[in-house]
């Protein structure tokens, strides 16, 4: 089982979201500092299209249907452990 909520994307390798061609994206320099900022994240990267000049961000993290399961998992797991302990503790401090 995967508990993974955040895979991470491989945008070297997938499509150019302008011209549509494949493996034409490479990394981009940063140009200014919201483009720093946003390096500095750890989130995004800067990519550039070799075809068609087409420049942008691509997020390195993305979400898919393992995550939701995985948030779900995760949720009725913290649910059930705190079920658990107030069942616990109702018991030996019931009668305060
Ligand atoms: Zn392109």
Redesign the pocket.
């Known amino acids: 089982m995967q508990l993974k909520i955040f895979f991470k994307t491989f945008p070297e390798t997938s499509k ?1 979201l ?2 549509g ?1 494949l493996g ?1 994206i490479r990394r981009s320099r940063t140009k200014n500092i919201w483009e720093a900022a946003l390096k500095a994240t750890k989130t995004a990267n800067l990519y550039k ?1 070799r ?2 000049g ?1 420049r942008g961000i691509r997020k390195k993290y993305t979400v898919n249907k393992y995550s939701l399961i995985t948030v779900v998992f995760y949720t009725l797991l913290i649910v059930s452990v705190a079920y658990v302990i107030r069942q616990v503790l109702m018991k030996n401090f019931g009668s305060l």
């Open positions: 150019c302008s011209c061609k034409t299209c075809e068609c087409w």
